[in-house]
């Protein structure tokens, strides 16, 4: 089991940028892929970013490529979320997810654990 807290969350204007960071518990983290996920108000939640195990396979949602990286410290226990270039749009609740098995990595109910959530907000 692990347990996941985010932090870096916060107001940013338009065009800055955030490193949010999930701190893991637990010595298993190296072995989970992860995944980054947010949700704006009145949206379901969305997939923004996984990494396996290594960080040798990386995914991105297309509202996150070329502005967004993801990588993971596992000496460290930690996960990171570089965002670029920040929109409006991109205003959610940003958490982070521990995926055990091998099932679809953009679909959050394959994830079996969760932080708690980090707020960002990008004003325009």
């Known amino acids: 089991q692990v347990q996941l807290v985010e932090s870096g969350g916060g107001l940013v204007q338009a065009g800055d940028s955030l490193r949010l960071s999930c701190a893991a518990s637990?010595?298993?983290?190296?072995?989970?892929?992860m995944g980054w996920f947010r949700q704006a108000p009145g949206k379901e939640r969305a997939f923004v970013a996984r990494?396996?195990?290594?960080?040798?396979?990386?995914s991105y949602a297309d509202s996150g490529k070329g502005r967004f990286t993801i990588s993971r410290d596992n000496a460290k226990n930690k996960l990171y979320l570089q965002m670029n270039s920040l929109k409006s749009e991109d205003t959610a609740v940003y958490s982070c997810?521990?995926?055990?098995?091998?099932?679809?990595?953009?679909?959050?109910?394959?994830?079996?654990?969760w932080g708690q959530g980090t707020q960002v907000t990008v004003s325009s």
């Open positions: 997810a521990a995926q055990v098995g091998s099932g679809s990595y953009y679909a959050a109910a394959e994830y079996d654990y």
């Open positions: 637990g010595r298993t983290f190296s072995s989970y892929a």
């Open positions: 990494i396996s195990w290594s960080g040798g396979r990386i």
